[in-house]
């Protein structure tokens, strides 16, 4: 079989986060080998609620070559150890999801299924405690991981960011641009097909030019223009489990504290997030508009800003759920055109950044070979039903009975996968993580536990071990970990270190 002629012209559709971070990845991993071209328009905006990521996007950030501190300084970030659940499980409870491990493991068996041995007993009912992120965030503390530490818990902080998405996005396009990527301002008037086979040829725009590509790339947001539009790909909506459907979002003057992890509130009919930026923080509710009117949900968030407000909230609106496929023909789909899922776990950049690596891998000819589009459309599925069991747990596992939203979360069937996870851990304490899946098993342990989804029982072989020998493992752990974040600076010392390194350079 002789080979297809290569991709010649990359086009994509939409600025935005996803849209300059897919260009950016491109431009650096295809170095100028094949032409970029990106269409926006300034008239169009941006969701831009993605404030809060995980620690995936350094790994990101890294392959682009962008220094740490540059990136803090040029985006207003701070830094983020994990999230802070309030009044989820119950009304006036408080858990935290911290990133990284937890504790160590001893032997055979992952170190929590010791902890589940003690906590049955009474001994060690505090999970954070062996967590230094947890232990650090609690503390307003903060460093990066010093390797250097070798064994020592300093040397496992594992990091993200609260950033300011516009600054990124526009951060992104210099860097872009600098690299080939060219931009053209415009609005699409008409996608046009080709007759043989319906991939598309082109995007005419408003004022007449035309675009022509060979692979189209859709960032085009909830609009979907390429993906639903001209390719008609049916979405699937997931709202019956992920109720919520709009939020208000509006910045506020920045509080006296500066927490590194996010916050996210339970409230009557959704949550509410805070995340404390360099110079301002960022705020939102999200709810489900069929158990709270809009105007009750805006004086909600607004009743609970802890700064004077910034600007007029901005009513989002938005379905939870995916593209059937996120790539058909020569068009796929990136960031909200594929899909969308709420951001309580903070992976909207994430699934922006796997999808554009899911593209290098898969990266087509001219053929468009269906095998290749069928594996890409394969992981996405996967991936994308694997968080949203995660984002329901959250919602699911809960003892609320106050409104009738948290009386539908809490009653509701959820998909299979979801429950044979929660049944496994019911029966012995067990986590199973399949495949790649996004959340690990620590991070399904927080949530779990955090929402009062007690373990019936734990790994038979914990038990060998004698009751005092496990009691004095856990508590060394502790101990060294609370003497590790006695030593960090605060997170706000932390940043405005960075921020001055700058200022006097």
Not at 387 to 399: G, K, M, S, V
Not at 426 to 455: H, P
Request: aromatic content about 10%; proline content about 4%; overall charge neutral.
């Amino acid at each position: 079989m002789s080979a297809q002629p290569g991709v010649r012209q990359i086009v994509i559709l939409g600025g935005g986060t996803a849209g300059w971070m897919t260009a950016a990845a491109l431009a650096r991993a295809l170095e100028g080998r094949i032409a970029i071209r990106l269409v926006e328009s300034e008239a169009i905006g941006t969701i831009g609620v993605g404030e809060s990521t995980i620690p995936m996007i350094r790994k990101f950030n890294a392959a682009l070559g962008i220094d740490e501190d540059e990136f803090v300084r040029a985006t207003g970030a701070t830094f983020k150890l994990g999230i802070e659940f309030r009044d989820w499980g119950r009304i006036g409870e408080r858990y935290m999801h911290g990133f990284g491990r937890f504790g160590q493991d001893l032997e055979t068996l992952p170190f929590y299924q010791y902890w589940l041995r003690m906590r049955q007993s009474g001994k060690h009912p505090d999970l954070g405690a062996f967590s230094i992120n947890q232990v650090a965030a609690r503390a307003q503390r903060f460093m990066r991981a010093d390797v250097s530490r070798g064994n020592s818990p300093l040397a496992e902080i594992t990091h993200s960011f609260h950033i300011d998405a516009g600054q990124y996005a526009r951060y992104l396009r210099s860097y872009s641009e600098r690299l080939g990527v060219l931009r053209t301002e415009g609005q699409v008037a008409e996608t046009l097909l080709q007759p043989e086979n319906g991939h598309v040829a082109a995007l005419r725009l408003a004022c007449g030019t035309l675009v022509q590509g060979d692979l189209f790339i859709d960032c085009s947001g909830m609009r979907a223009l390429l993906i639903g539009d001209a390719m008609a790909v049916p979405f699937e909506a997931w709202d019956h489990w992920l109720p919520c459907d709009r939020a208000w979002a509006v910045p506020c003057a920045r509080a006296a504290d500066l927490p590194p992890y996010t916050i996210a509130t339970a409230r009557p009919a959704g949550w509410q997030w805070r995340i404390g930026l360099q110079q301002r923080t960022g705020n939102g509710h999200v709810y489900a508009s069929r158990f709270m009117d809009d105007a009750q949900a805006r004086a909600l968030l607004l009743d609970h800003l802890d700064g004077a407000a910034l600007a007029e909230p901005r009513q989002l609106r938005f379905l939870a759920g995916r593209r059937a496929r996120t790539w058909d023909k020569n068009v796929l789909a990136i960031g909200l055109s594929g899909g969308f899922l709420e951001p309580l776990e903070s992976t909207s950049i994430h699934m922006i950044q796997t999808a554009i690596a899911r593209l290098i891998d898969f990266f087509p000819d001219r053929g468009f070979a269906q095998h290749d589009i069928d594996a890409f459309n394969q992981q996405s599925r996967f991936e994308a039903e694997r968080i949203r069991d995660f984002l329901i747990l959250h919602y699911h596992a809960t003892t609320r009975n106050d409104t009738p939203f948290w009386d539908y979360v809490r009653n509701m069937s959820v998909p299979d996968t979801l429950q044979a996870k929660i049944d496994l851990y019911r029966s012995r304490g067990r986590i199973l993580r399949n495949a790649n899946e996004l959340f690990a098993e620590v991070a399904w342990l927080q949530v779990l536990e955090g929402q009062g989804l007690v373990a019936g029982g734990y790994h038979p072989l914990a038990a060998l071990r004698d009751e005092g020998e496990v009691a004095g493992y856990l508590d060394e752990i502790a101990s060294v970990i609370g003497q590790c974040a006695d030593v960090m600076p605060t997170h706000a010392q932390f940043v405005e270190a960075i921020v001055q390194r700058k200022t006097r350079a």
